[in-house]
């Protein structure tokens, strides 16, 4: 699910942890990459924590 969310989304930097995509799969699909575009703009450069995530 969220892998092929993201995938076409293809300019978006993908998780790097498996805590991270733990987090997100909990999300209904729609939801995954709206959710992991913020976490990415909060945490600026460093990769998202999974409390970002949720």
């Known amino acids: 699910m969220y ?5 076409k989304n293809s300019d978006v930097r ?6 991270q995509i733990r987090s ?3 999300l209904q699909p729609d939801e995954q990459l ?7 703009d909060q945490s ?5 924590s999974g409390k970002q995530i949720s």
């Open 14 to 19: 993908l998780p790097s942890s498996e805590y």
């Open 44 to 48: 600026k450069d460093k990769p998202p």
């Open 24 to 26: 997100l799969f909990k």
């Open 34 to 40: 709206e959710i992991w575009i913020t976490a990415l």
């Open 3 to 7: 892998i092929t969310t993201v995938h």
